[in-house]
Nanobody, 123 residues
Framework: QVQLVESGGGLVQAGGSLRLSCAAS????????MGWFRQAPGKERDFVAS????????DYADSVKGRFTISRDNAKNTVYLQMNSLKPEESAVYYC????????????????WGRGTQVTVSS
């Protein structure tokens, strides 16, 4: 049973930083890709970033390139999302997701999800 548990969300001022963590368990993840998505109230779930567990290949939404960094710690089975220069419009619930194989920007291609962590950016 794959389990993903996010942490690290909270309230931050515009321009501030947060680091989200996603602890993964229940599987050997070497052939998996991990993604971060976010969803604000009344809006669709949007791709933020992804990483392949084996080689660490990364992908970012254009809106976060240069500000967000996704990384993983194989020993801890944990994926991180470092978010800098946060904007109020980036307030959302941030979800960690996993899928076997290549990474994807499409949320429906991920079969495993965490419960999410709230990020609120005040102006």
């Amino acid at each position: 049973q794959v389990q993903l548990v996010e942490s690290g969300g909270g309230l931050v001022q515009a321009g501030g930083s947060l680091r989200l963590s996603c602890a993964a368990s229940g599987r050997t993840f070497s052939r998996y890709a991990m993604g971060w998505f976010r969803q604000a109230p009344g809006k669709e779930r949007d791709f933020v970033a992804s990483i392949t567990w084996s080689v660490g290949s990364t992908d970012y939404a254009d809106s976060v390139k240069g500000r967000f960094t996704i990384s993983r710690d194989n020993a801890k089975n944990t994926v991180y999302l470092q978010m800098n220069s946060l904007k109020p419009e980036e307030s959302a619930v941030y979800y960690c997701a996993a899928r076997e194989g290549l990474s994807s920007r499409t949320w429906s291609r991920y079969g495993y999800w965490g419960r999410g962590t709230q990020v609120t950016v005040s102006s």
